[in-house]
């Protein structure tokens, strides 16, 4: 349990001091130094409970109550006046409905529930702590480099960077305790401080943009929050407990839980940026790439699909399941299609999150045993292969000016090292035999056997527009063009440590993903499901992949770049001007040839796709709301 | 299907496709010509064309496209013997995209304007056909229980009468991986101008064999895919499937035939409606009657 | 045995012609005359051709691309002039702005005269030309990564 504790506390004074310190060199040796202690602290937990499966912690604090108390009340009266200062009364509104609801409510109903277990740890828990500790940290230590820059790059602004890493391990600190708590009021607790990280994170700039975006984010997790703080009073009122494992098996016992999960899922959609809150992600964007990385991608949207995951077992074909599995789906075929029509890379890797968080959502709404196996597989690969891509396009940026995925052009010539890392990073999205792709083909499986034939449909034509945009970068990044300046000997070292090392463990985990599931997911799954189907996957063709996935990478190492064949220019139409790069026009004057990718607006308009599945989305979750209501009145 | 067939069904594989499918290559170049009133070439053509190619002065435009052909026909003959060895429907179909991938990025890599449109073409037809073809290994999953290609040729039932309108829908997209018009978008040999070889107009001499050599195997089991809708465990189901394959192919080149190259729009479009009609319906009926 | 004579791919390049002989360039791929049946493909793309059509003079405009699509050829590979104005300027050939025949510019291996070229013709021209590729492909066994010069002028 110190353990615990450890990681909850350290991130947290790690965060005061790097607030406090404002020097380049001291901030340096904190973050990495506190980087490897967490990194260490979450592996040492792994190896303490990894053994033990699951184990409850029997822990009161009174004290510990009533300052989490104490501090939501400041995080409500700061929210409430940044919302009228920066007149988005909205804000207010929500923070001064809900903080009050939740301390009447602790104060009244809450103060009589025993809670027997505030914290927990399981497999699941292990997993996403290694997430965090590891994947977190590599990120926080890619900061270091990408901030100098970030400064470099804003001169003559107000040097705000103690500040971000106040946040970044703040943030660390709430994440260890989102998926360390079973009492539903310290897990609402960190949700919160997470929410206000990413507020604070997006708003980083201070541009206009970048403050109506952020609170764009705050309002719409907080009408999350508001659902969570309403399944918590439910919970409390109708059924007698706050905490999570008791909830769960109410309802694996056959009593009906499915309003506070309905609520408590409701929670997870927002925050896992579902549509139709998936605007706050995309406005998300305008934050430093480490934040997206970080917070908009392999972590706190994290924390909506684990809630979902989490309530699995209680979701499957009952109202709050059927709301699941649909907003999951929806968001996934609509947002796979939206990200087509994007060339901003940022906004792509956005998309594509939306999209992965909806199969994962779709996945957890599902709730069979195959369906949770593909969830949590989607959970670690997704991590750890998207935070490598936000990251590259984030040297990418500080590096060529851009982040227009057009402006990429030629990467291959100009930065070789980061144009493969990309390569292997989007790869990992969507091709066999890596993660995403074995993930994807379980969660097909789990769809087809769910009986949900919608669902099917859905992956299916979101895998082909999956395919469809993935390749075109992929395209951008392979093109050999002549004349390229090497211009990466600019990237800190810190970029390129980080950036080869998440490369590195994107093949790895994919190589070793059969150990993996036998011995971290599938005895999790055994806790939950006393019967164990079958696997989406059987051995024989999770053991098919790694095998081929052994051949895809030994092939470039034997033969990559190996020709003895005379190089000749490229065919245009016999006008070649012979560098490959320009043509001779019909005025026999010279003309650079420009190649562009397929957007496809006219199928795929962002604000289409968008307008479609809010609409689709926002009566699925009103119908749902309204039986369940229905049913309770 | 025990090792020992599997093996058997790799080895068949690997040495019979390219021959019959060069042999199918030339008979439907013969078929097509005396479609349109011509003599034709000799049937061996495809296999003249390939040990040409073979001899061609060895040329590239840089030094990484040959690596991606190869991985080209490296995962297609793969994926071919996942198929002949009875293996699972989806990791077919994924292999196969993969093999396909590689195709698309040789082309992108050559970063040359023809290539490209080719390769963006072709990508666009991946995404025309690929929501049917899992449709289809979703229809062979709900009537056999299983995706093991050893399990459906084993089967009691015949696909065919439980998966109608997948089995046109699967025949309808069959003419964009044949790469047969109207949907030969890719690299069509008749859009000299536009195209004028689309994905494949960087690729010369051996290369552009390799390619050559890629497709008949990819052929071979594009029609096993019509034959596992035919062929149960009855003794002459294979002999049926085989002719519904032959059947099939005489088809598309019929269509081939009959249709001028149409724009990228109708061939998304249509395939979508058509896996959103035929698929989904048929789907739909599964699930009720299951 | 070379099959370089099996399966000859042609690319057809209009110089300044009339069109009067690519429309019978054409005509050798329609059921009348069916050049398939010697394997013969028309492709657009010099990487994929071995015999090289060219019909019509050169001109200021168009020399550079006549010889950047002979140079985009592989080796072995044949220039076949067809038409009076490929083979030497034609009437075109005291124009301010004509070269004259494609050999000006490319070594051409067989000339097809006639205006327009007959079908007939230009099969034979392009059937002759099989043997010249067939003579460079040796060529090239022998002296290889050289690009046979060997120019050989025959009638059609």
Redesign the interface.
Known sequence: MSTIFFLILFPFVVALALLVLKTDAARDIIVKVASIVIAAASIYLTVQYFSSGGKYFEFESETISYLMMGIEVCLAIMIFYLGIKYKKYLASVLAAIQTPIMIWFELSIGHHIHIANNLYVDRLSIVMVLIIGIIGTLICWYSIGYMKDFQHHHHGEADRRPWFFFLMFLFLAAMFGIVVSNNLVWLYFFWEITTLCSFFLIGYTKTKEAINNSFKALIMNLFGGLGFVLAIVVLGKFYGTLELNQMLAMGMMGVSVVLPTALLAFAGITKAAQMPFNSWLLGAMVAPTPTSALLHSSTMVKAGVFLVVKLSPVLGWNIAGIMVMLVGGITFLMASFAAISQSNAKRVLAYSTVANLGLIVACGGIGTYAAVWAAIMLIIFHAVTKSLLFLCVGTAEHNIGSRDIEDMD?LFGRMPKLATFMIVGISGMF???LGM?ISK?AA??AF?DS?N?LL??MI??G???T??YW??W???M????AKRENIQQNVHKEEWLVLTSLTVLTVVICLVFPVMSSFLVVPYLETIYQSVAALAL?SG?MY??SA?LA?VVL??LL??????????????????LGD?LTF?NSM?QPTS?S?R??YME??FAEKRMNIIGVIATVVVLVAAFSILLGGVL | MNLATSIIGIAAYLILAPLAGGLLAGIDRKISARMQGRFGPPVLQPFYDFFKLLEK????????Q???V??FL?FIV?TGC?FFAG??L??II??L??AS?FL??AA?????????IG??RE??Q???Y??MV??MA?GF??VNGS?NISDIVTSPVMAIQYLPGIFLGFVFILTIKLRKSPFDLSMSHHAHQEL?KGLT??FSGKTMAVIEIAHWYENIFLLGFVYLFFANALAWSPVLAVVVCLATYFLEILIDNNYARMKW?IA?NAS?IV??TLG?VN??IL?FIS | MSYVTKSPWIIH?DGSSCNGCDIEVLACLTPMYDVERFGIINTG???HADIFLVTGSVNE?NI???K??Y??MPEPKVVVAIGICATSGGIFKECYNVMGGIDTVIPVDVYVPGCAARPEAIIDGVVKGLGVLAEKRAAMDQKP?APAEAEEKEEA
């Open positions: 030629g091709l066999a035999p792709l083909w097909m499986k087809i009986g034939v099917v449909m299916v034509f895998s082909a527009a395919l469809f390749t075109k992929l395209g951008k392979v093109a050999i063009m059987s063709n098919i992949m081929m051949l092939l470039p033969f990559y770049g190996k020709t003895n064949k005379r190089i000749v220019p490229i065919y245009m139409a016999g006008a070649n490959d001779r026999q040839v190649l990718n397929w006219d199928y | 002065e060895p040329i590239t435009v840089n030094k990484v040959d690596f991606y190869m991985c490296i793969i996942f293996g699972d989806l990791l994924f292999t995209t993969l991938i698309v990025v992108f890599s050559s970063n040359s304007p023809y290539a490209q390769a963006e990508l666009l991946m995404m025309a690929e929501p899992l449709i979703v999953y709900l995706f004028v107009t960087e729009q998304i979508w896996a959103i989904f789907l739909l699930y | 390049y793309n010099p990487k405009q550079n691309v006549v950047q699509i140079e985009q990564a």
